[in-house]
């Protein structure tokens, strides 16, 4: 191949990778403005906490957006579902969930807390809440479920069970709605979840560590901005080797 055409051949390659790169950059910089506009919808329903009915969680048209909700019912006499891997202050655990028959509405999931998961990977007991209850909290959209998928797996006594087994609870890595209705022989679940007020207790329930933040184990906005930067860089990086190259190449007889 001639000079010229290791030339072009070259560049090809390097505008192809700077492409690349600066693709994965805009990406991430749409991943933080994505991620900056939920925390800031979410900081607005908190400051403001105008409770809608318990009934908007069934709403598919605003499945995606968030709210302060409210109402009375009771909890279903169905297993809880524990999200693993769900760590807080680098200690290892589950979100749990329980679902809730509001007076009026669809069933959903409402989110008691984060409880921790000793090193035996025994799951913590989750007792009943009895009677009617009223709950508040927001309304949000279930957690990213990313790459992650898989049946729920029965826990019996703490650990997975055989699924012919009386199970006490479903440990999950992922929040599949449908998945999870089917699972508890529900027609539906709501598209969205409650996650509990962190001021309201509930008797008879461990103490729960709750929090109203809807990115757990998952990248702040700050960090994507990071990992644009990265990006970027990588892209200017190949732009000044290739230059540098040619140039190199020009001067050479």
């Not at 939920?38 to 709210?67: F, G, I, T």
């Not at 749990?96 to 069933?107: I, M, T, Y």
């Not at 650990?159 to 012919?164: A, D, K, M, N």
């Not at 644009?228 to 540098?244: E, H, K, N």
Request: aromatic share 6%.
């Amino acid at each position: 191949m001639t000079r010229r055409g290791n030339l072009l051949l070259g560049w090809a390659l390097a505008l192809l990778g700077i492409a690349l790169f600066a693709r994965l950059g805009l990406w991430q910089l749409e991943r933080m403005h994505e991620k900056r506009a939920m925390l800031d919808a979410v900081e607005s329903v908190v400051r403001e906490r105008q409770p809608v009915s318990l009934d908007r969680a069934a709403d598919a048209a605003d499945a995606r957006k968030y709210a302060w909700a409210a109402g009375s019912g009771h909890f279903a006499a169905l297993p809880p579902i524990l999200l693993d891997n769900q760590s807080r202050n680098e200690r290892p655990g589950v979100r749990v969930f329980r679902v809730f028959e509001p007076d009026d509405g669809a069933p959903l999931l409402v989110e008691l807390g984060w409880l921790p998961v000793p090193g035996d990977r025994r799951m913590p007991a989750v007792p009943m809440p009895a009677g009617v209850a009223n709950v508040a909290g927001l309304l949000a959209p279930p957690p990213s479920a990313g790459l992650a998928k898989g049946t729920p797996v029965a826990i019996c006594e703490g650990l997975p069970c055989g699924s012919g087994a009386s199970r006490e609870a479903l440990l999950a890595i992922a929040l599949d709605l449908p998945e999870l209705a089917g699972t508890l022989h529900l027609p539906a679940l709501a598209p969205r979840i409650l996650k509990l007020d962190p001021a309201q207790p509930l008797p008879a329930t461990p103490a729960y560590a709750r929090d109203l933040d809807i990115l757990p184990n998952t990248q702040p906005p700050e960090r994507h901005l990071g990992y644009a930067v990265q990006w970027f860089g990588l892209a200017t990086t190949v732009l000044v080797i290739a230059l540098l190259l040619t140039f190199r190449k020009r001067k050479t007889p």
